[in-house]
């Protein structure tokens, strides 16, 4: 029964796909050592910034694309792409009133206030446009706490010994050959500095939007939670439809301190291409959390439905002794989405603990990857991993796979693996039919169903989003 | 209520070989009545109640289903269960992740909106529900679960009958509701499909064994033996058949 209405695919509804028309300071396409240079001077960054590009670049020119990923994608032309691309200002913005009308007007239409008065009120924002960020709202209050929450680019102007001392310590340039290209050229994002003991009043988010024609997009962002502190970050990302592919490469560093913890949320929505699978955004992006004090805790939840292909694995290297690292996913491909996806859990501290769950969905002609590492080092006594990892099949022409590597040098440590693969059931749907409900209604509330736990990790607000989200994605996958 | 006129049933199975599985059923339920339906193993009891509600992948090769006069063979399930079909299913399926009260309510406002009635609030609906289901003396722990997941054989198909409740329909088919069901159990059941009862209702019962039908007595019983009514008479029918078995009417035992 559901195969009959996966046949009959159609164009889904991508509701972020408009085009801002607004006046920008572009460069011209390709990459250089000069490019490189340009960025950091319109940042206006201290020499120990440029000095830590020009390595990255001298060392990115020596890598080659990963290929080991279950993808399959055009090779892409690093010189055809443009690096920089940010609207035009006079000067930084100080207040929400400077900001380019043009530009609010665009997150209104995305639904993200930025008003502070805003719909989420109680959520701080701070908002990517192309290559810089527009505005963080929210600041004076977090001030007062004493949480630092700005852009990079500002945060490298007024706390240059913090981005100094903390930034590449997780991901370092030499990671991998989409995260060297993100040290050379990322022109912004966000910058969170939790202090000792402090639990950050409100959520924060970041919401990027890739504008700009043939473009790529690097941001950075770096948090860091110290002794005792708590903070929940949210990111949520669209682009414009387009045609063509384009690249976004972004770096995430995460550090908690002694007993601090980080909740890291990304409801990812970047356009997914057309339902024959042209255009749509290169998702290649290297996430890493290090849990470097006793007892702290990091967890990544993420909900993949956007971008043509989806490379991502964020991680916890669980370095402090009883240290906590979580991965909860979703990851939705349809039409000709694909997506590898998936964590590293590095157990290094004594009694540490990791929990990785996955749930894979895939419709159309989807291919959907789960890759995880659990890795224990000689030195992680009594480490803990369960892993669980469930995919979803919507009908005939669409993949499921799931490539778990486990590691373990340390013969205390327990490991436990699930993995299942089920098809939506035509039991299932004709049990919903026969209640009533519609098919585009069954299906989505059993693919809900099939996604609750992960939900549930989601800020209360956004669980509702990511809900919705699921659901337009899912458009098209039925008949 | 529903008439079937010589409905001829078939499916392909993997090798896309034909099966036929019904072969010229005529049946006539009017308001009001109760019939059973008995028959051996396979003789196609619940493809019928499948073909009723509406499943896909069975060829209707000849005959007509007329539900209150009109032909609903095309109609969708979903349509159908709007016009006050409803099927209680033999092995209910678990739909894990989604709450059961969400589940029965969503259903509930969906053929409300049907019928043009505005959809119950949560308030009301909860009332509604904590009612209905002292009725069939279902533990009200199973409203906040997923649906049937991990429910007992019994809690499942008391979560049939409470959901028949809850959504009134016109015409019920019951799948083997009485299987599986202990002896207080069956009771509670029984008591709640004879409070659906009513002369502007129709009940259809599939099962194997008298003792639902002592609960719920039927107008008529029928037997059904590879994938014909081979006989239909009062409720005394099925007392014989409890007797007898099946071979009396000719049937080969062995048939499945
Ligand atoms: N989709 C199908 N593909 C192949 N054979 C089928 C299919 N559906 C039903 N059948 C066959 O049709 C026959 C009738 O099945 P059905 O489930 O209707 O029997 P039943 O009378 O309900 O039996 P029981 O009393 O055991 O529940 C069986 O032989 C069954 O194997
Ligand atoms: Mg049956």
Redesign the interface.
């Known amino acids: 029964?559901t195969n009959?209405y996966v046949k009959e695919l159609v164009n889904k509804n991508y509701e972020h796909g408009f085009v801002t028309t607004i006046d920008s300071d572009t460069f011209e396409p390709g990459l250089s050592e000069a490019v490189v240079r340009a960025i950091s001077k319109r940042k206006n960054e201290p020499d120990f910034m440029l000095q830590w590009r020009l390595k990255a670049y001298q060392h990115w020119l020596t890598l080659s694309p990963p290929e080991w990923a279950h993808l399959t994608y055009p090779a892409i032309d690093y010189q055809k792409m443009i690096y920089y691309s940010a609207p035009k200002v006079k000067k930084g913005p100080n207040s929400l009133d400077e900001v380019d009308p043009k530009l609010l007007e665009t997150y209104k239409k995305l639904g993200i206030p930025l008003h502070e008065q805003g719909r989420l009120a109680g959520v701080a924002v701070d908002a990517v446009f192309d290559s810089v960020s527009v505005a963080t709202t929210f600041k004076a209050k977090l001030g007062e706490a004493g949480v630092i929450f700005s852009s990079f680019s500002e945060a490298v102007q007024t706390h240059p010994e913090l981005v100094e001392k903390y930034l590449g310590t997780v991901v370092s340039f030499r990671d991998n050959f989409f995260a060297a290209l993100n040290a050379a050229v990322f022109s912004d994002g966000s910058f969170v500095y939790i202090p000792r003991a402090v639990r950050c009043p409100m959520e924060l988010s970041t919401y990027f939007r890739i504008n700009a024609a043939n473009t790529g997009q690097f941001e950075r962002t770096l948090i860091i939670a110290d002794d005792q502190s708590y903070v929940s970050y949210l990111e949520g990302c669209t682009a414009p439809m387009r045609d063509e592919n384009q690249l976004h490469a972004a770096v995430v560093e995460l550090i908690a301190m002694d007993n601090a913890e980080i909740k890291y949320s990304t409801v990812q929505n970047w356009y997914p291409g057309d339902a024959e699978g042209r255009g749509g955004i290169f998702n290649f992006v290297t996430k890493r959390g290090q849990c470097r004090g006793k007892k702290s805790k990091i967890s990544w939840t993420q909900i993949e439905t956007g971008s043509a292909i989806t490379w991502k694995y964020p991680s916890v290297i669980l370095k402090g002794d009883e240290s906590v690292g979580e991965f909860y996913s979703v990851a939705l491909t349809n039409n000709h989405q694909q997506a590898d996806t998936g964590t590293k859990m590095i157990h290094i501290g004594k009694n540490t603990r990791s929990t990785i769950l996955s749930k894979g969905i895939s419709a159309g002609f989807g291919q959907n990857t789960y890759r995880g590492l659990v890795r224990v080092l000689p030195q992680a006594d009594n480490a803990r991993n369960h892993t669980q990892c469930e995919s979803l099949l919507l009908g005939p022409t669409c993949g499921a796979h799931t490539v778990p590597y486990i590691e373990v040098k340390n013969c205390t440590a327990q490991i436990e693996h699930e993995a299942t693969t089920s098809k939506i059931?035509?039991?299932?749907l004709?049990?919903?039919?026969?209640?009533?409900?519609?098919?585009e209604?069954a299906i989505a509330?059993?693919v809900?169903?099939?996604?609750?736990?992960i939900f549930n990790e989601l800020p209360m607000e956004f669980a509702v989003e990511a809900q919705k989200l699921l659901e337009v994605s899912l458009e098209g996958s039925v008949g | 209520m529903l008439v079937i006129k010589n409905l001829h049933v078939s499916v392909r199975d993997k090798k896309q070989d034909v099966k036929t599985i019904l072969q010229g059923i005529n049946l006539t339920i009017k308001a009001g009545e109760v019939h059973a339906i008995m028959g051996p193993n396979g003789s196609g009891k619940s493809t019928l109640a499948n073909v009723l509600a509406g499943r896909e992948g069975y060829d209707i090769t000849q005959g007509e289903i007329l539900l209150n006069g009109e032909n609903i063979i095309e109609m969708l399930p979903e349509m159908r269960a709007a016009k006050g079909l409803f099927l209680a299913f033999q092995y209910p399926v678990e739909i894990p992740g989604v709450n059961n009260m969400y589940f029965l309510k969503a259903a509930l406002n969906s053929l409300r909106k049907h019928h043009d009635l505005p959809p119950l609030d949560a308030m009301d609906f909860l009332k509604l529900a904590k009612k209905k289901i002292k009725e069939v003396g279902m533990d009200e722990q199973l409203l906040s679960r997923a649906v049937n997941e991990g429910f007992s054989g019994g809690e499942k198909k008391r979560n049939e009958i409470f959901q028949m409740l809850m959504l009134e329909p016109t015409l019920a088919i019951l799948d083997e509701i009485d299987s599986g069901l202990d002896i207080d159990a069956l009771q509670k059941v029984a008591a709640g499909i004879n409070l659906l009862r009513r002369p502007d209702r129709s009940i259809v019962m599939v099962t194997h064994y008298q003792r639902l039908l002592n609960e719920v007595v039927p107008d008529v019983v029928h037997v059904m033996v590879n994938g014909k009514i081979i006989k239909s008479g009062g409720k005394e029918l099925a007392f014989e058949l409890e007797e007898k078995g099946y071979g009396w009417l000719g049937v080969d035992e062995n048939i499945t």
């Open positions: 029964m009959q059931g035509d039991d299932q004709f049990y919903c039919l026969s209640r009533g409900f519609s098919k209604n509330m059993i809900n169903g099939f996604c609750k736990r």
